[in-house]
Every structure is written in structure tokens, then in C-alpha cells.
């Protein structure tokens, strides 16, 4: 199986490139933004948790977005392995997704990191709040994430380029540009 983690600020295309992966190698886009924002707009009791942590631009406890990671490895739904999208966001995340993938025989195979410069992110993130109406994509907000992704997020790059699985790409472009690079990376995994 094929077990990739995209990682980047807020705004640094994240989402888009996921699908784009998951689409061309045949995985299973797992993001956990996506699921909490889903889990919020239902009401239910995780929705309500994760509202009251990310209306602040903070991060959920570990604990409760690894139990939701070890439901979705349970069920594979027949994937060739997944992509990771806003999972993990702390370098003790990071030890419990290798943990986890593990305990299913796994492992993380390559960690794209998608580098953009700040104003360009803050620029992409008003647009994106004034266009899907995203309430947490404002200003405020937005400096708020970006400081959390610097203090708790950042490390996570050290730690993954110690496993020598760290893959850094210009996440500035066109988005075709931008995976092109992407899957230039990851065709290379097949003869390394």
C-alpha cells in the first residue's frame, strides 16, 4: 500500500492536491478537516467538541483524532493505501499515525510538504472564505492558524526529514504545475 502525508500551512493547497493524488494513484483521501467541519454541521457530540477548539484556530486533543484515523484504517473501503490531509499536525501526531499504520502493517511511505509564503496564504484563504462562506477563514482566524501551524506544525518537517521521507515542493503556481511536481515525487518511490 501506498500511505502519503500532505502537509502545509493553511491555504497551501492541501485539499486540492489531495484529491488529485487520490484520484491518480488510487487512494483514499482522509481529511480530517473535512470530516470535523461534517461532524459539526450534523451536531454530533465529536462535531460539537471540535467546534469549541476550531472556531479558536485550535487544535483538537490527539486522542480523539486518533480514535477517528483507527475507525477509517478499519474499514480500507478496497483503497491502494491512503493520503493524510491536515493529519498529523504535532510531532507527537506524527508518532502515533506511524503507530497506528503499524499496527496494521504500514507505514508512511513519503511526506509532501507544500511551501508557501505567508502573504500568498492569507491572500488564498480571505478569497476562499468570501467564496465556499467558510467562517473560519477570516482574518483573525487565519493569523491565529498560522501561528499554531508555525509553533505546533512546523517541527513535524524536522521529524519527517530525519526518516528520510521529506518532500518538499513549491506549492506556488498553477495547481497542474504544483502536482506535476507532486507526482514526479511519488513516481520516483516505485524505483528507489
Do not use: W
Amino acid at each position: 500500500m501506498l500511505n502519503i502525508v500532505i502537509f502545509g500551512a493553511p491555504g497551501s493547497g492541501k485539499g486540492t492536491q489531495s484529491e488529485k493524488i487520490a484520484g491518480l494513484y488510487g487512494l483514499q483521501h482522509v481529511s480530517t478537516g473535512e470530516i470535523l467541519r461534517e461532524e459539526i454541521a450534523s451536531s454530533t457530540e465529536l462535531g460539537k467538541l471540535a467546534d469549541s477548539y476550531m472556531s479558536k484556530g485550535e487544535l483538537l486533543p490527539d486522542c480523539v483524532v486518533i480514535e477517528m484515523l483507527e475507525e477509517l484504517l478499519s474499514k480500507r473501503n478496497g483503497s491502494k493505501g491512503f493520503i493524510f490531509d491536515g493529519f498529523p499536525r504535532t510531532v507527537p501526531q506524527g508518532e502515533a499515525l506511524n503507530s497506528l499504520l503499524q499496527r496494521h502493517g504500514e507505514k508512511v511511505n513519503a511526506v509532501v510538504s507544500l511551501e508557501v509564503e505567508d502573504e500568498e496564504l492569507v491572500s488564498r484563504l480571505l478569497k476562499r472564505g468570501e467564496i465556499a462562506g467558510r467562517v473560519d477563514d477570516n482574518r483573525q482566524t487565519i493569523e491565529s492558524r498560522l501561528k499554531v501551524y508555525y509553533r505546533q506544525t512546523a517541527p513535524l518537517k524536522e521529524f519527517y526529514r530525519e526518516q528520510g521521507i521529506l518532500e518538499e515542493i513549491k506549492g506556488e503556481g498553477s495547481i497542474d504545475e504544483i502536482f506535476g511536481s507532486i507526482a514526479e515525487k511519488i513516481d520516483s518511490l516505485s524505483t528507489t
